[in-house]
């Protein structure tokens, strides 16, 4: 069969999630030919996908999880609650892809299965599952931090016959748990949202837990049509807010006092001030040592721990839901009745740290200390994070060599965006960068403006080429671990430290210095790129370079 024609663009973008839709409006505006290919049926990328029971914006929420880029697109939105629904985020997601006429660019259903980059030509090739192929000088990867499901492999977990979902796989069309026996795999982010939703509906629901988590309350309400009103007429100053605190949001800066600057009375009183405030502004209005010193960390973890036993009737039942790693070292969740919910008759925890799970059956799950029937399996189990998905397309660089090779003993990268033997490549959110520690949005926004400007000074300047140097990326390297050592962060297992995907390096690959990461990036333009090794445009190259 003849081969499809290779389409030309000068960039391909892979995710129309929000990086990739930001990629395409961008790239566009700059007067690129740009196609973006997705794997779903519409834009959202993770708000797609992530249809469970009781998803919501889990981090500082709305009105400010948004795009900055556009006032009139802030002045015309009107957000609802402050921890925004999924099909709220999502409803948003497809009103800006209205509004920029978006879709006329994204080839959706389509899944870039092979990515090769061609010395010769400096352009990058896809093959996709539909049969386009396509080429460009730029490849753009907004493949999303979160978006390769961690499929836990348990002996027989493919011989159960009963419904099995995975949360961030989760069906478009309606899940009933309605009279049924459930399991549900997993106290993360997800599980704790689905799991007082789950417990709501169905006859008997079984926690199967691994870590027991320290969650917050989400304090979620209503924004009123004023609060609206203000966010829109400040918009300017809100804006320069987000831009200026560490975490993108339009937040006062990090408070700089020691938890041991109060007393242990004005400590309590403080937290349980933030304890009823509720959101997520609880952890940026902490002390300033409680992600640094392990006796601050104490004064926190008691507080919540006091708190789980305040909220769980059975004593037995808190003893298990009890956390011991240093708190806000795992994400941090934000819940709704989660610890309440195991007061419900119709709810047991199964603690699988003292009740492993042995195997499944057609019709159960048996643990250590017996069977449990389920009708249903909810595998809220995360996700190969932050690097997985970028390991899961694999691109191939100078000389074929695919990217698991590359990043074989770490992920090695410059900037968090580009990585040497793979030129023209850029990654949105990848290892290296801020990404889920910030507000992903405004983070893909910053990132994407920097590397606009950088393609525009490759092309003003005749070169067809650019990746990073080895020493530079050990060096960025540094940077990044060196930041993260300074804190208690790495010491405790999680998907920021890759400790959830058995054989994944071992590390905590996130830039943690927020805002300081923008202004290292602007640093490097502003003194002409150090770091990045330049390519003269090619002959062969030039015929299809826009
Ligand atoms: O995934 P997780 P998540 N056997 O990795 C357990 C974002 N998010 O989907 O802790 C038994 O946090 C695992 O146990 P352990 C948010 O950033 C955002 O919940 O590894 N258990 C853990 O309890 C979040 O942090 C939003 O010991 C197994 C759970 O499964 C990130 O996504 C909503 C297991 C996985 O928790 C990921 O959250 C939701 C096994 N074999 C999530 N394998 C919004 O903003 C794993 N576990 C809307």
Not at 103 to 111: A, S
Not at 278 to 297: C, K, V
Not at 367 to 379: Q, R, Y
Request: proline share 6%; charged share 25%; with cysteine.
């Amino acid at each position: 069969m003849p081969s499809e024609p290779v389409e030309e663009y000068d960039a391909i973008v892979i995710g129309a999630g929000v990086s990739g839709m930001y990629a395409l409006h961008h790239l566009r505006e700059m007067g690129l030919a740009v196609r973006v290919y997705d794997g779903a049926t519409d834009v959202g990328g993770t708000w797609w996908y992530n249809r469970y029971p009781g998803a919501r914006v889990d981090g500082p929420g709305s009105p400010f999880y948004c795009y900055a880029f556009s006032d009139e697109l802030m002045k015309e939105w009107d957000w609802a609650e402050t921890q925004s629904e999924q099909s709220a985020v999502l409803d948003y997601l497809e009103h800006v892809a209205d509004r920029f006429d978006l879709r006329r660019d994204i080839q959706f259903e389509t899944w870039v299965e092979d990515a090769r980059y061609d010395e010769a030509e400096q352009r990058w090739t896809v093959e996709t599952s539909t049969g386009v192929r396509a080429s460009a000088r730029f490849l753009i990867c907004a493949v999303g931090a979160l978006s390769t499901a961690n499929m836990p492999e348990i002996p027989g977990i493919h011989d159960f016959a009963g419904e099995c979902y995975h949360t961030g796989r989760w069906p478009h069309e309606p899940v009933s748990f309605e009279g049924k026996r459930v399991a549900v795999i997993g106290t993360g982010s997800s599980g704790i949202q689905s799991i007082p939703e789950i417990a709501k509906q169905a006859a008997h629901l079984t926690v199967l837990q691994r870590t027991p988590q320290f969650a917050f309350p989400a304090g979620n309400r209503p924004i009123t049509p004023a609060e609206m009103a203000e966010a829109r007429a400040n918009w300017d100053a809100l804006r320069e807010k987000m831009y200026a605190h560490g975490s993108g949001f339009p937040f006062d800066p990090y408070p700089a006092r020691s938890a041991f600057d109060d007393t242990p009375e004005e400590r309590r009183a403080h937290y349980e001030a933030l304890w009823q405030r509720g959101g997520f502004g609880f952890f940026l209005d902490l002390y300033s040592d409680i992600a640094i010193s392990e006796e601050a960390n104490a004064t926190l973890a008691d507080f919540v721990r006091e708190k789980i036993r305040e909220a769980v009737h059975d004593p037995e039942t808190a003893r298990k839901l009890m956390p011991d790693h240093f708190v806000i070292t795992k994400r941090p969740i934000l819940h709704d009745g989660y610890f309440e919910t195991f007061n419900r008759d119709n709810v047991a925890l199964v603690d699988l740290r003292e009740d492993p799970i042995e195997c499944f059956t057609k019709t159960s799950v048996i643990t250590a200390s017996g069977e449990h029937p389920i009708d249903m399996l909810v595998l809220a189990t995360g996700f190969d994070a932050i690097s997985g998905t970028m390991l899961r397309l694999d691109p191939k660089g100078r000389g074929g060599v695919p990217l698991h090779e590359r990043w074989a003993d770490r992920f090695h990268n410059y900037l968090g965006m580009t990585v040497s033997g793979f030129p023209n490549l850029f990654m949105i959110h990848g290892p290296g960068s801020p990404g889920v520690f910030y507000n992903m949005p405004l983070g893909a926004e910053r990132q994407l403006n920097w590397i606009g400007d950088f393609m525009h000074v490759l092309s003003e300047r005749g070169f067809g080429a650019v990746e990073p140097t080895p020493d530079a990326e050990d060096a960025w390297f540094d940077e990044v671990v060196g930041i993260a050592n300074a804190t208690l962060f790495p010491r405790t297992d999680s998907w920021w430290t890759g400790a959830n995907i058995e054989g994944k390096p071992r590390y905590f690959s996130a830039y943690l210095g927020g805002s300081i990461y923008y202004q290292r990036i602007a640093d490097v333009a502003g003194q002409d790129y150090p770091g990045f090794r330049f390519e003269p445009l090619q002959a062969s190259g030039d015929a299809k370079a826009s």
